[in-house]
């Protein structure tokens, strides 16, 4: 179990808040979200000191089995590597496992700032920067696409901000496995470093705006609105964004942060923010394949993919 300095999510067992869920209270809480038009399951879970790896291939083979036609992004590289301990098993085979029992791509949280200045002052028990672009790397060959992100606005320069980008850059290079990339705004609530000021909006956009200018071989930037804030989001489709994630059915990590954000948006409100922006709204599966709906029911979400974001256990 990691203690984060820069996490509101993480608790520890005998922690006020600290839940860990049965497998059919996932099965059921994920059956809920395909009931609101869930076309992807975002499963973090943190680390957990008790439960086994096997409980969580029996989550992904659950959901896999009851809903198949859902994607299953699963498992951040920090959680892979700790599963890949409690195992005793390679990281590959940790990989190859969570592939078979339906694991579909990876989500790209944890990278937070690779370099390792930053890594000893925010997050120093969880991998390293190095680490963190070795597991994406094999999952890549494994055929398991990922996404990316930058943790911005804590202890980092401008300057550890660039050398992120460029490690990602350079791994996409050499595998191409990266869907997106997502610049993650730090919120700094109920966290050990609450003293430091939120990130601006101007600082947002001037992110997002580099990130587009640099990563020039990612073919998505995506602006998370849950962070964001829907408005800001929106501005950032003329800075360099494409994407503004889904309607997202239920969100914990930054909420417990302190984002005063909903956790959830409609389709015409995403379509209404995207067009004012001068924009065609476009939904579109994790994958980025274009969703036609005419062949699917229950329509709920415009420019990104509808989104069941699960917690597993509520600690990382």
Known sequence: MAHCKLC???????????YTFALEEMYQRAAQGVAEGATEFHIVGGLHPDLPFDYFLELIRGLKQRFPQVHLKAFTMVEV???SRLAKISIRETLLKMKEAGVDSLPGGGAEVFHPRVRRLICDHKVSGRMWLSIARTAHELGLRSNATLLYGHVETLEERVDHLLHLRELQDQTHGF???????????????AHLPRPTGFDAL?????SRLLLDNFDHI??????????????????????????????KIYHDAGATTPEHLTRPELERLIRAAGRVPVERDTLYNR?????????????????????GAGRE
């Open 8 to 18: 509101a999510f993480g608790r520890s067992p005998d922690a006020p808040g600290a």
């Open 81 to 83: 590597h700790y599963f």
């Open 179 to 193: 869907g997106a990339f997502i610049p993650l705004e730090f919120h700094p609530a109920n966290t050990a470093l």
């Open 206 to 210: 001037k992110t997002i705006a580099v």
């Open 222 to 251: 995506k602006a998370y609105w849950v962070m964001l804030t829907p408005r800001i989001a929106q501005i950032a489709l003329g800075f360099g964004a494409d994407d503004l994630d889904g309607t997202v059915v239920e969100e």
């Open 291 to 311: 969703i036609d709906r005419t062949e699917i029911p229950s329509p709920t979400l415009a420019g990104g993919a509808n989104v069941w974001r699960a917690s």
